[in-house]
């Protein structure tokens, strides 16, 4: 009896030339993509700043949700204090000694912007000009 190549049930066997197509085109993927490699190098940046690099330590001033200012964890300021006085005459005697000191302000999400406000133009009126915010 001879059988037909072709049988009825559809099944021709195992294809390898789709199998081939298939790796073809996975190396050629991959070889295109190894060309486009980015060689990492370093990069030439002029950072912010005169370059002597004196390293200082900033004063980082928090005013709390309430109103409360403290400078490095010294509290300088109550909630009930609309002056800020004990802050003022701090700032006073720090500006005397030391003109040039930075500052980080961090207020809290929730501080009232009167009182920070207030707080910078208490730095502001003291001299303090090196200011930044966290």
Known sequence: MATSQNSSDGDHGFQIAPMVDIVFVLLL???ALAGLRQQEVQLKAQLPGDGTGTGEIP?????????RVS?????????????????????????AE????PF???PNNET??????????LLKKTGF???TFA
């Not at 004063?59 to 109103?67: N, P, R, S």
């Not at 030391?98 to 000191?101: D, L």
């Open 59 to 67: 004063l980082v001033l928090d005013i709390t949700a309430d109103g």
């Open 104 to 106: 980080v302000i961090r």
């Open 98 to 101: 030391e003109p040039t000191a």
């Open 129 to 131: 000009r090196r200011i």
């Open 112 to 121: 009232q912007h009167e009182r920070f406000i207030q707080v910078l133009s």
């Open 71 to 95: 400078v490095n964890g010294t509290q300088h300021a109550t909630r009930t204090d609309r002056e800020l006085t004990e802050l003022a005459a701090w700032l006073q005697n720090l500006a």
């Open 29 to 31: 993927f991959f070889m």
